[in-house]
Every structure is written in structure tokens, then in C-alpha cells.
């Protein structure tokens, strides 16, 4: 049997992507007090309705490619060879995501900007990384780890780090790119992981 998605889920794909671009584009465009989930659906061509099918509110929508890149993280994290530590099964995860988004972090850098600041965007992701750190504490269970340490305290070490590292890029006080400012921040904290 074929994993590749059908024609079905392939549309819902697509109209989930058309949704959040329409979302984002208006809020970069108008702010996003100004941006009404009614202008979002008309923006993406489908009804209010078929918006309602497919996210809860603009939040949502605007937060959908976060979601989906943390999604495929932990796809990514499950697909590492079994006879890697659960750090060394997160870093590679990550190289692998990072490789495959082709250097996407333009609009990375313009979802987590608006979020800091917006209140409800924030609470909105902050919801879907406690989905993630659950996920991906999952993904890692059963992979070796240093004595004493739990999966779930090494997955919140792990996205501490690309916390932190999030919010020095989005600073822009300094001139490396996200991947070297990651790996500076993982770096600092693997020792007692590896």
C-alpha cells in the first residue's frame, strides 16, 4: 500500500497552505487586528464555512506552517536510525528538517515576530509546542539516554534551545544565520545529552 497522500488529502493540503498564506499576507499587510477571518476565506477563495472546516480561528491559520514544520520534526525525529541516542536522534531530525525547508526562514522569522507580538498568537503557539514537547518526548522514548534522564527532560532542553536561539535571530543583533545561531545553542547545552 502507497503512503503518498491521496487526491482528497492532497486538496485539503493544499487549501490548508492557501488559507495560511491568505492569513499571513493580510496580517502583514493590514495588521492583524485589522485581518477578520471572513477576509482570510474570501482571500483564500472558499466560504467562511469551508475556513471553519479547516482551522478554529485566524490564530490558527496564521500559525498553520509552524505547526506543520513541528509536525514534520517529529516525523523526522521517529524516521532516525534506532541506534542513535535521543539527542543525537534530535539533532539529526533537525538537520534533516532544516535541509528540506531549503533555508525557509523568511517566513519563520515573520510568524515568530508576530507573535511576540501579539498576545493571542503567542498563547496560540504556546499550546502547539506543549503538543510538540509531548510528541516528541514520545519519539524519543526508547532511544538511549543519559543515566537519569527522562525524555521529557531532554526534549524541553532541546526546545529550550531553539527557543533561545529563536529569539537572538529574531533580535537581529547578530550577523550569523538561524541554522549557526541553532547549532550555537545546541551546542551549548549537549554535553550532558550526547
Not at 493540503?13 to 492569513?23: D, G, I, N, P, S
Not at 485581518?35 to 467562511?48: G, L, P, Q
Not at 524519543?140 to 539516554?145: D, Y
Not at 536561539?165 to 545553542?185: K, M, P, V
Request: hydrophobic share 40%; charged share 30%; net charge neutral.
Amino acid at each position: 500500500m502507497s503512503s503518498t497522500p491521496g487526491l482528497r488529502e492532497r486538496k485539503k493540503a493544499e487549501t490548508r497552505q492557501a488559507v495560511h498564506e491568505a492569513a499571513l499576507r493580510l496580517t502583514l499587510e493590514h495588521g492583524l487586528d485589522n485581518v477578520t477571518v471572513e477576509a482570510i476565506a474570501d482571500a483564500a477563495n472558499i466560504s467562511r464555512r469551508t475556513f471553519s472546516n479547516y482551522f478554529a480561528g485566524k490564530e490558527d491559520a496564521l500559525l498553520y506552517g509552524d505547526e506543520q514544520r513541528l509536525g514534520t520534526l517529529v516525523r523526522r525525529v521517529r524516521d532516525q536510525p534506532p541506534e542513535l541516542t535521543a539527542w543525537q536522534a534530535l539533532r539529526s531530525a533537525l538537520e534533516v528538517l532544516y535541509d528540506e525547508a531549503g533555508g525557509g526562514d523568511r517566513e519563520l522569522l515573520v510568524r515568530t515576530r508576530l507573535a511576540m507580538r501579539h498576545p493571542s498568537l503567542l498563547a496560540r503557539q504556546l499550546t502547539v509546542r506543549v503538543r510538540l514537547e509531548n510528541e516528541l518526548s514520545e519519539a524519543v522514548t526508547g532511544r538511549a539516554l543519559p543515566d537519569g534522564v527522562r525524555p521529557e527532560v531532554i526534549t524541553a532542553a532541546f526546545l529550550a534551545a531553539l527557543r533561545v536561539a529563536t529569539q537572538w535571530w529574531c533580535a537581529g543583533n547578530d550577523e550569523r544565520d538561524f541554522r549557526q545561531l541553532i547549532d550555537q545553542a545546541l551546542d551549548q547545552i549537549a554535553g550532558r545529552f550526547r
